[in-house]
């Protein structure tokens, strides 16, 4: 799913959010009627159908402004491949493709996802005299001293591209009673001043971050709120939770919002699938022979199975088997398993070689095809793990939400290999549920790229 440009309400600028969603179709659109008048010295019917397509595969734009130049590039050359690739096929298969010049697309291709990173640029450049050409910010003040009331502050003034200026907060409670005020926030008010406050100050917006409790108390506000131009907006209390996947729904006109879901529902899922089987079939095809070479060389060098069959926790908790070649000595697979640690006696010689360039995993390839794994995903654990973690660490089993993964964010950001304490462990599971809150199919080629990179370099065993 795209992320769209937010509005004024949840702090960024509505105007350069309408802005920032057009500029990459345009700058995709005025690059191919340049490339076409280059050319072809007109605009033909051909071009001008084409520039409509593209346009609504592209609207609305991604938004980039918060991104590093080097990401931002990444991203687009990634959302660039895709309607090029689907532009490219239905060409060829309509026979569209003879209407234009060979050089004249050639050319596009490359100068399409350029011009769109000027167009970025010019308008990250450009973001301040938007600004100043709106006027003064909108004062807003928010009525709750409490954690997310803090939160929403702290968000809206740390964000570059906000209108929103932050006057402080209103509340009736004590100040003994109340957080600790950070030395750029205010208390305005008790609420029972909060509508004078609002006109005599001209405040815009007013951000009601009460209990829902507290029912009674924020109907009275809301009354009183009327005699006021104030825009309102109410953040429910139960947004102190984690949300993982949160977003409004509805179900049978009832209207919901979703607090821990998976990110692999409906075409994300079926994105995901595809992506895993295809992987995982190519790399198959390549490595084929290296895994038959280290199935020999498994039986030839020790005692026991080629393959080491180990129960796992998969999708939503049900268990599986998952397939590695045998790196050690014993098999353990019961309620009481001990990790692996550097210089372990159990690890084979050939099983340390394995284990530090996790050629060991290989074999999970065919769980990915069994649908038991993910190329990407949280790294499943013993079931003898799962059991002690999941009481100790909150949070735990809703890494459970979607497949366990061959590699996965938190082994890409320093969680490969043994461990060996509660700290190491929460820092992995953290990064777990950092990757459901944020999964993307570009995300899950950088880990896989990245992955690569550290194979290749780091010596730690999984």
Known sequence: MRPRAQHAGTGEDDVLGLIESAVGPCALVLSL??????FDGKLSPPYLILAVVVFALSFPGRTHLRSSAG???????????????????TGFATGYLRDFTRDALVTW????????????????????????????????????????????????????????????FVDSRKASRLPQLSGNSELLAGLDQLADFIRGHRVQQ?????????????????????????TIYFLPDMLLTDLIQGHAGSICGMPLISV????FRGANGMVKRASDILLSLLILALVAPLMLLLAVAVKLGSKGPVIFKQRRYGL???????YKFRS?????????????????????ALGAVMRRTSLDELPQFINVLQGRMSVVGPRPHA??????????????????????????????????????????????IELDLDYLRNWSLQLDLRIIARTIRLVLKDGNAR
Not at 71 to 82: D, E, P, R, T, V
């Open 109 to 168: 291709l490359w100068a399409a996802p350029l011009t769109e990173f000027c167009a970025y640029l010019v308008l990250r450049a450009t973001a301040p005299w938007l600004f100043a050409l709106q006027g003064p910010r909108q004062r807003a003040v928010i009525v709750g001293m409490n954690e997310h009331g803090m939160a929403l502050a702290a968000r809206i003034r740390k964000s570059i591209y906000s209108r929103i200026h932050v006057l402080g």
């Open 260 to 263: 821990c879901d998976t990110p």
């Open 316 to 322: 939503d908790g049900k268990e599986i088997l998952v």
């Open 328 to 348: 050690m000595k014993v098999t353990e697979d019961g309620s009481d398993i001990r990790q692996a640690v550097e210089g372990d006696p159990r690890i084979t």
């Open 206 to 230: 007013v951000y009601l971050s009460l209990p829902m409790a507290a029912q009674p108390r924020i109907l009275d506000l809301l009354d009183g709120l009327k005699d006021t131009t104030a």
């Open 33 to 38: 009627w340049a490339t076409a008048f280059f």
């Open 71 to 89: 990401h931002m590039l990444l991203k687009i050359s990634f959302n660039w491949a895709w309607i090029a690739g689907l532009l490219l096929l």
């Open 383 to 428: 079931v003898a793990h799962n059991e002690l973690y999941r009481k100790l660490i909150k949070g735990y089993m809703v890494r459970h939400k979607v497949r366990p993964g061959i590699t996965g964010w938190a082994q890409v950001n320093g969680f490969r290999g043994e461990t060996n304490t509660l700290d190491k462990m929460r820092g992995r």
